[in-house]
């Protein structure tokens, strides 16, 4: 899982080197590239697609492949470092719908720290305001929250997935879907890819392949709320990435939000590692 935050951040620096490209262009070909590794593996024997729960393959799909669009086009459009600190409060929405869906524990514990990261979001999206205002979220705020919110879908799918399905399998299933889903958006769309946007994609897709295949592999051990928290670790590289490498800026109000959220989480799976 740790290993995955850090592809996970090496993607999330090169959507943002990418930006110019489109997030409908950045999201298709990084499915196009994922399918055509696991494609590869397969046709070369190393690996072996077998689908059984057809209809949750299809479902993870969808809400996962919504989610990795909205991603990276919040990542072009609030930063780096903000975008993936509201998306990566998925967690918290993880903790929720597992504990709905798949009878997991929800403590009172646990509650706290997810009315705390709701805190932290706010103060991501307070910055833009002069002045106090409980209407501080813009349009791709919200499109951020709702994208964490299908993430947490996903994740509960990929827990209950396993029971089932390969790591590959569900990941292979995500690509698919997802590559559907964008191919109109991102045949329509004008940005050009030059030969710098090229190798761009190519380690778009390399990077968060791998990252993604990692991660479906840990939640085959580790319950949604563990899991989802260790990758909180993706979220403080990619904040610090866009402070250093692309100068975004640091207010008070962000850090304070991000510190809410990322604390919040890390709390959550500490609680649970000394109850066991």
Request: net charge positive; proline share 1%.
């Amino acid at each position: 899982m740790a290993l995955a935050s850090v592809f996970f951040c090496i993607a999330g620096c090169l959507v943002k080197s990418g930006s110019y490209i489109g997030a409908n262009k950045l999201t298709f070909f990084r499915f196009v590239i994922g399918l055509g590794l696991i494609a590869t593996a397969a046709m070369a024997g190393r690996a072996k697609l077998v689908f059984v729960n057809k209809k949750l393959l299809l479902l993870r799909g969808l809400t996962g492949g919504t989610a990795v669009f909205i991603t990276l086009l919040c990542i072009t459009k609030l930063g780096l470092g903000k975008g993936m600190v509201m998306i990566n409060s998925y967690p918290i929405f993880g903790s929720i719908i597992s504990a709905i869906f798949l009878k997991e524990k929800l403590r009172l514990f646990n509650i706290w720290a997810i009315l705390t990261a709701m805190v932290g979001i706010y103060f991501i999206a307070y910055e833009k305001q002069q002045g106090f205002s409980l209407l501080v979220f813009g349009r791709y705020e919200l499109l951020a929250v709702f994208g964490a919110v299908l993430a947490g879908f996903a994740v509960t799918i990929i827990r209950k997935l396993h029971d089932t399905d390969s790591s590959l399998a569900i990941y292979f299933s995500q690509c698919l879907v997802g590559m559907w889903l964008l191919i109109g958006p991102a045949l329509s769309s004008k940005e050009a890819v030059d030969f710098k946007g090229i190798f761009l994609l190519l380690g778009l897709g390399t990077s968060i392949t791998i990252g993604q295949l990692l991660m479906t592999e840990g939640f085959k051990y580790v319950p949604v709320k563990t899991g989802s928290l260790l990758m909180m670790l993706e979220t403080v590289l990619c904040y610090i990435a866009g402070v250093a490498i692309f100068s975004e800026p640091l207010t008070w109000s962000c850090l304070l939000g991000s510190v809410l959220v990322i604390g919040a989480c890390a709390s959550v799976l500490l609680r649970r590692k000394l109850d066991h």
